[in-house]
């Protein structure tokens, strides 16, 4: 059973530190590209929704296992037209069929699901023919020092922030599972410890 922390702190603080300004930066970078049928194997509270473009989207579903984020998912602001469906779910076992959607995205969720190999195969499973991850997320820095910083940290972050890890690849992960890098870049976010602000995005296409 989740703790009182897990269910009426946490959603809270997640929805604060994801919708800080550099993290808003990094969506606006990739949610407008999404079209067709799009899939969020994280939606969490909602905070993709005001970047999509109702004219090229023809549904959002998200997918998330908090109540309480759903919650905030389900009232969040998004453009007139925009339709969204916000369902209890896992990445790592997507409830949909093969080839559903036309994209998925995934920004800052590869950091806190159990396994992102298992929730890549998913979106790539899930994703039709050609389909396109868009991703934004945060992760292991290439800098030496840095990494040893964020494995130091990583063990009393974690339970603080819902599960997030500071030391997981993305890029290399992505394409690992299947997935052709279309445009990676990476940074580190501004105004944000180096620690937590090492930032990859882009787009992969389905093989």
């Not at 702190?9 to 919708?19: D, E, N, R, S, Y």
């Not at 194997?41 to 999509?52: C, M, R, S, V």
């Amino acid at each position: 059973m989740a703790s009182f922390y897990d269910r009426h702190i946490l959603p809270h603080v997640i929805g604060c530190a994801c919708g800080a300004g550099p993290i808003r930066h990094q969506r606006a970078k990739v949610v407008p590209r999404a079209r067709g049928r799009v899939l969020e194997p994280g939606i969490g509270g909602g905070l993709n929704l005001p970047f999509y473009d109702p004219a090229c989207v023809d549904s959002v579903t998200g997918i998330d296992p908090s109540p309480g984020l759903r919650r905030k998912a389900t009232d969040a602001p998004r453009p007139d037209g925009l339709r969204v469906e916000v369902l209890d779910g896992t990445a790592e076992a997507l409830p949909f069929g093969d080839a559903d959607f036309d994209t998925v995205v995934c920004t800052f969720t590869l950091c806190s699901v159990r396994s992102p190999e298992a929730t890549l195969a998913e979106a790539r499973r899930v994703l039709r023919p050609g389909g396109r991850l868009l991703y934004a997320e945060h992760g292991l820095s290439p800098d030496p020092q840095v990494a040893r910083w964020q494995r130091r940290i990583e063990p009393v972050w974690k339970p603080l922030a819902g599960g997030c890890h500071l030391t997981r690849p993305v890029s290399a992960t992505i394409a690992a599972s299947g997935f052709e890098l279309i445009d990676p870049a990476c940074m580190y976010l501004p105004n944000t410890p180096r620690v937590l602000g090492w930032s990859e995005w882009g787009e992969a296409r389905r093989g």
